[in-house]
């Protein structure tokens, strides 16, 4: 008898250590895992940020830009929207800042793009008024807000009284009529960067495809512009060796070539193109905007609070998409030749990029590319 109970205890002693021991690897497990996990998802964050700092984003064509740079419409428009809705007059910080300057321009305005492809809206910084963007932007764009959760809103018009919001998106489709082909990757800014993808097409691609590449002007393989058609009308300019000190510039001089150029306008058959896919997606908050005052017309002083714009693109050998999204919100303190010679059109350094509708001079979109490894992803 004393043999057995001996015998049970040691088997019961081997099962607890076991359960022991069997939980204790399990939670190292998975604590590990839990570390990963927030290990991958700051890296994330960390190669957002990176990617974000790395690319600067201007509210205007009239900022000053070097490297690599954006610029979309939005902005913009949030911007005219505040003034015609509310300040009715320039806004004026103390001291005056370069982009409010610019921005007080209206170089860009809501006719300089369909109406389909935008939707726009100003109120008080109600969660009624949020709801009524979703609403619009779910029925227009089938898209939803990324910007929205950004913002204080309030439930009723007294608590949101003397708070104001602009909002504007931007969404169009760019869809090539024949595909352009994948081309072998390669290197981009003389071997800076390798194995970067690209498309366009060879030498002996169908006419078909070329043809949806005019080139506006070409003085040699390394000054150049071409101009790619989409089938909903939006043309798609791109400039290598850009020369400018803002996207104002480097497009008046795309223009200024583009007059005094007499040669083909079409690829050749001995003539090629490639340029890089693009693929990126930016948040940019507008700091330097927020927390100043600004007086309205009849002398109401009122400051922004938020000032956030994205910006996502993407382009391959099909074509593409661009989004943008603008949000201000602002509070009043008081309420009161070479014909023969081959042309090979290779994007595979510097190079800007316009977007703009037939029949409209201004561009609503724009891009200066240096590190191409930013803008692929």
Known sequence: MKKKIITFLVIVLVIVLAI?????????????NNTNIAAEEENKEKKEDSI??????????????????IWCGTFQLVWNEMIDKKVKQDIIFNPQQTMAKNLNKKEFKAKDISEDDYYKTFGLQ??????????????KFDETSDVLNNVEWYDTEEQAYGKYTAYAILKKILTFEYNFIDLKPSEFENGAYENIKYFGVKTDTDNKVKRQIEILYYKNDEDFAVKLSTKEGENI???????GDTFKEIYNNINKNKKSYKGSKVLGKIDDFKMPNLKFDILRTYDELCGKEFKEKDGTIDKINTAIQT??????????????ESIT????????????????????DS??????????????????????????K
């Open 20 to 32: 022991i021991t069997q939980r204790i690897i399990f939670n190292k497990i998975d604590s590990e």
């Open 237 to 243: 300019i791109l400039c290598n060796r850009p020369e």
């Open 52 to 69: 974000n700092m790395a690319i600067s984003v201007v509210p205007t064509m009239s900022d000053s830009i070097s490297g690599n740079s």
């Open 329 to 348: 919100t602002f509070e009043s303190s008081g309420v009161n030749n070479n014909k023969n010679k081959p042309k090979h059109l290779y994007l595979d």
């Open 126 to 139: 109600t969660k009624e008024l949020k709801e009524t963007i979703e609403k619009a932007i779910k029925e």
């Open 311 to 324: 910006i996502q693109l993407e382009l391959d050998k099909k074509g593409g998409m661009l989004k943008s």
């Open 351 to 376: 190079f800007a990029m316009f977007l703009v509708e037939d029949g409209k001079n201004t561009p609503y979109y724009a891009s200066k590319i240096t590190d191409i490894t930013k803008f692929q």
